[in-house]
């Protein structure tokens, strides 16, 4: 006795627009309302693999698959499933010329970064005085697509590059900003996203050193300083103190 299957829809579970992560599996699940389905993955118009024979769960047919995602990039998906006709003992099957399709979707396969990002001052980091211009530069290494890199920071800049080395495969972003005794503060944090991350990452530049200089009673005093832990320098022959100079812990000594 041959037992034909019934026809329906045929439905991705899957979101659309949904990524992968380049080396990993990525789950897609199809439904079909039919006890015995055949079901084919394709991927750009290649059969990829038939995923089962057979699946059964009560009046609907249920099947998740798992895509090894070995190349980045962006694919369009589709699912295929055939009806089939089996018998009694289950002992002998017949797949149906019928064939119901998926709405197509893409599969963005993401790779992602190898490094960073990594924050530097260009030049080195170096005594700056007031005037001067510092150039900070974050820089990511690798990913698909590329990542997004912002500064942020509460000086004002006065330049903004963002650029992309092919050769090397690094995604930087550099800004430039003016020493100034406006602003005491000159720590500048670094966010990169992508996609194929969880969150954000977020990395803080080398402080910038500042050389100021001071003159008490003829006698001159050089403090090099980078701004982060309130600190009482008591000046010398003198009965009176710096009011919470702010310096970081690897300051230098302040110098006669």
């Keep these: 006795m041959i037992l034909s299957s019934c026809y329906g829809e045929l439905t991705l579970k899957t979101p659309l627009g949904k990524f992968a992560v380049v080396g990993r599996k ?8 039919n006890t015995s389905t055949s ?3 394709i991927k750009d118009g290649n059969v990829e693999v038939e995923v089962e024979r057979r699946t059964c769960s009560d009046t609907h047919s249920v099947k998740k698959y798992l895509l090894q995602c070995n190349d980045s990039g962006d694919f369009t998906v589709t699912i295929q ?7 009694m003992d289950n002992t002998t099957w017949q797949c149906s010329d019928n064939i119901s399709q998926s709405q197509p979707f893409p599969l963005h396969v993401y790779t992602p970064p190898t490094s960073g990002p990594i924050t530097e001052i260009k030049g080195g980091n170096r005594p700056f005085k007031f005037g001067d211009v510092v150039t900070h530069i974050c820089t990511v290494i690798g990913g698909f697509p590329r990542p997004k890199l912002r500064w942020h920071n509460l000086n004002p800049f006065t330049s903004r590059k963002e650029y992309y080395d092919n050769k090397t495969r690094r995604n930087i972003i550099e800004i430039q900003i003016n020493i100034s005794k406006s602003y005491p503060y000159y720590d ?3 966010v990169a996203e992508h996609e194929a991350w969880s969150g954000s990452q977020e990395n803080l530049t080398i402080p910038v050193f500042i050389k100021s200089k001071y003159k008490e009673n003829n006698e001159r005093y050089s403090i090099d300083e980078i701004h982060i832990n309130e600190i009482t320098i008591p000046l010398p022959k003198q009965n009176k103190t710096f009011s919470k100079y702010i310096l970081r812990k690897t300051a230098g000594e302040l110098i006669k």
């Design 26 to 33: 990525y789950s897609i699940g199809c439904e079909f309302d």
């Design 39 to 41: 079901f084919v993955l």
């Design 188 to 190: 500048c944090k670094c």
């Design 81 to 87: 499933a055939k009806d089939v006709t089996h018998n």
